[in-house]
């Protein structure tokens, strides 16, 4: 039984996350998945945050049928210990993690890869492309509450 396991925030799941996961599993026989939370995401990564809160995003990544188990990812220091705890052989992690100092110290305790990152789609590309179709409909925040419509412009004026 061959351990795999792979983190992130897999927020508004898609195409490249579920290439990804699958991939993962084809390595192994077991997919284990580290699930940042979202205050994870948002001190420690710097991202915004997640639109679908830890939660659901791990509800929607138990429902992917390559994922065996999902468990927090809550800090960068906990790999070594998820390594050892679910005595995993392989970590997996998109190309956009190669060589991070991240990661590279795991060699010690297990294989690493990197998996090529699939092309044209990221979450905050989704975001982007729903904030300028929103933005491309003129008048159509027209119907929206005050609030709401200025909350657009802003984003409309920050994207
Ligand atoms: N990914 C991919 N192709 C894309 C988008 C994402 O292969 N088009 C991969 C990423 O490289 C990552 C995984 O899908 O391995 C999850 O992506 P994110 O949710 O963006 O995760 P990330 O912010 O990279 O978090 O401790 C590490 C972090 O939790 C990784």
């Known amino acids: 039984m061959r351990r795999v396991l792979?983190?992130?925030t897999f927020d508004l799941l898609h195409w490249g996350?579920?290439?990804?996961?699958?991939?993962?599993?084809?390595?192994?026989d077991y997919l284990i998945v580290g699930a940042s939370t979202d205050e994870f995401a948002v001190e420690q990564k710097r991202a915004r945050r997640p639109y679908h809160r830890f939660g659901t995003r791990c509800d929607m990544l138990e429902a992917v049928r390559y994922v065996d188990l999902v468990i927090e990812e809550s800090s960068w220091e906990q790999k070594v210990r998820d390594v050892q705890r679910y005595h995993v052989d392989t970590v997996v992690m998109g190309a956009n993690w190669q060589g991070s100092p991240r990661f590279e110290h795991l060699r010690e305790h297990c294989e690493l890869v990197y998996l090529p990152r699939t092309p044209g789609i990221?979450?905050?590309k989704i975001r982007r492309d729903m904030?300028?179709?929103a933005a491309a409909a003129p008048g159509r925040f027209s119907g929206l509450p005050g609030v709401m419509a200025a909350q657009f412009d802003i984003l409309e004026r920050s994207a």
């Open 6 to 8: 792979t983190y992130g």
């Open 17 to 28: 996350h579920i290439r990804l996961l699958m991939r993962a599993k084809a390595l192994g």
């Open 122 to 124: 990221s979450t905050s």
């Open 131 to 133: 904030l300028a179709d």
